[in-house]
């Protein structure tokens, strides 16, 4: 078992950055793979970026692609999402997530309760 605890969501104004983290307990997390997805209102839960659990892969969607970094610290068990240019587009409860094995869009067992983002034109 796995438990994430993400922070650092807020306001902010278009073009504005945040920086969410997400800390990992449990179970070892560094043999997972780190993920964060968003729900905006109205819409699905959608996937927005992972990283491997060496942090040398990365896959992001192409809305965030330039805009957005993954990184993790293994030591620290945390993820973090670096979210520059912020657009009104981009607000969402922002979710981390961890999947055991490699990385993918799918199938992360894990969940954090989530944290909001809230972009302002």
């Known amino acids: 078992q796995v438990q994430l605890v993400e922070s650092g969501g807020g306001m902010v104004q278009a073009g504005d950055s945040l920086r969410l983290s997400c800390a990992a307990s449990g179970r070892t997390s560094l043999w997972y793979t780190m993920g964060w997805f968003r729900q905006a209102p109205g819409k699905e839960r959608e996937f927005v970026v992972a990283?491997?659990?060496?942090?040398?892969?990365?896959e992001y969607i192409e809305s965030v692609k330039g805009r957005f970094t993954i990184s993790r610290d293994n030591a620290k068990e945390t993820a973090h999402l670096q979210m520059n240019s912020l657009k009104p587009e981009d607000t969402a409860v922002y979710y981390c997530?961890?999947?055991?094995?490699?990385?993918?869009?799918?199938?992360?067992?894990?969940w954090g309760q989530g944290t909001q983002v809230s972009v302002s034109s």
């Open positions: 997530a961890a999947r055991p094995g490699g990385l993918a869009v799918s199938g992360y067992a894990y």
């Open positions: 990283i491997d659990r060496t942090g040398r892969t990365t």
